[in-house]
Each structure stands twice: as C-alpha cells, then as structure tokens.
C-alpha cells in the first residue's frame, strides 16, 4: 500500500509559471524525498528534507514539510519545458531504531504528473 | 562516479518462465533496494540487501527473490512469471540503506510478460 497520497494527480501549466505539488503521508518519518521520473524511467533524486526541518531549497526547487499534518509540498519556480515529468514523493518508514526494519525501503506516493507546455 | 546500472534494459518473456535481473550499485555503495512499478499499485519496495544479507522485505509471494555478491553488484529473480509481474524493476543504490540517506536509482528494467 502506499504510504502517501499526491496531490493534484496532474499539473499542466505553462513555461515560466510555478508548480505546487502536495504530498500527505501516514506514519512518523525521520525524512522526506521528492524524485522526478522522467517517461517510465529511472528516479531521479530532487532533494531530501529531514523531520527536524520546515523548509529547504534547492536551485528552482523550494520543499517544505510539516510534521504535524503529515503533508509535504514541492514548489518549482519559473518551470521550463523540460521540467515535463511525474514527480513522488517518497518517505522512510520512521521505525528505524525498532529492530531497524526499514532499512532501504522508501514508501512512495501515487506521483503528480506535471506538463509544462513551451 | 558512475550511476547505478541495470540488465537488461528491456526483456519479454511468456508465463510461466523466470527471469533474472541484474544491478550494479554506485562504487562504494553497500545497500541494494529493489522496487517494483505498475501503473496500478505504483511503486512498491520488494526488498533490500546489504553485505549480502536481506535485510528487509516487501510484501511480496516467494516467487520474487533476491542476492547480492560480495562486490555488492544484486540480483532479482522472478520464478514461474504471471501477466501481473509486467512491470518496470527499479533498483537504488545507497551507502549503507539507513534513513538518512538518499537512494540513487537506476534505469529500470521493463518486463513484458506475454
């Protein structure tokens, strides 16, 4: 089962406009990963916000995170063309120090697929 | 640095048969994380291998399987495939599999069952 839920399920903007994706989740986590993945390929690694953290940035990429309701967002500024791809968000099971029975799992969200028309 | 490679990038098989699949990590990483994707379940974690043990796994039937060898390269097998098991492996890469750290992926293999 998935652990979060993304929202919306698609995006279609246009080229210099931003993006907002939401991510909620379920269980107590000690991070937070947002991955692109580009037509059914690989995943690629955006950025990862800790627990302990309300808000990183990353170059176009502004993440936050609020633990008390379980959501996270991912805004990309300025979005280009090439910015087309579905985008998860992925967390950790939080259970770490429990028997560490989460080692190298992430749970994933259903993914938002954004279309950013030139 | 080279990424995390998979083999092979594309394969067709009927049901019933098997198929093994194959993932070299980021030099230096230990921990191999394997996942499956469907367009209906999404991506759902099958297991993970460190120093050639399986550490965790997903909730998936004995038929997916997994190794790892000593230089950390993994491998998974699927025995007596179904039309169900039509789907992109993801294999990730990551130091040591710990929560703080970030899973590299790699390009998936596609999995056609006919």
């Known amino acids: 089962s998935q652990q979060g839920e993304e929202d919306p399920q698609a995006l279609s903007i246009q080229e210099g406009e931003n993006a907002t994706m939401n991510c909620s989740y379920k269980?107590?986590?000690?991070?937070l990963q947002w991955y692109r993945q580009n037509s059914g390929r690989g995943l690629v690694h955006l950025i990862l916000i800790r627990s302990n953290e309300r808000e990183k940035h990353s170059g176009r990429l502004r993440v936050t995170l609020d633990t008390s309701k379980k959501s996270s967002s991912l805004l990309i500024t300025a979005s280009r063309a090439a910015d087309t791809a579905s985008y998860f968000c992925?967390?950790?099971?939080?259970?770490?120090?429990?028997?560490?029975?989460?080692?190298?799992?992430?749970?994933f969200g259903q993914g938002t697929i954004l279309t950013v028309h030139p | 640095k080279a990424g995390v490679t998979q083999t092979p990038r594309y394969l067709i098989k009927t049901r019933g048969q098997q198929v093994t699949l194959s993932c070299s990590p980021i030099s230096g990483h230990r921990s191999v994380s394997w996942y499956q994707q469907t367009p209906g379940q999404g991506l759902q974690f099958l297991f993970e291998?460190?120093?050639?043990?399986?550490?965790n796994k997903g909730n998936f039937p004995g038929r997916f399987s997994g190794r790892q060898f000593s230089n950390s390269r993994s491998e998974m097998n699927v025995s007596t495939l179904e039309l169900g098991d039509s789907a992109l492996y993801l294999c990730?890469?990551?130091?040591?599999?710990?929560?703080?750290?970030?899973?590299?992926f790699g390009p998936g293999t596609r999995l056609l069952v006919l």
């Open positions: 269980t107590s986590i000690n991070n």
């Open positions: 990730a890469s990551s130091s040591s599999g710990g929560a703080e750290e970030t899973q590299y």
């Open positions: 291998y460190f120093s050639e043990t399986q550490r």
């Open positions: 992925a967390t950790d099971g939080g259970s770490w120090y429990a028997g560490g029975t989460s080692y190298g799992k992430l749970t």
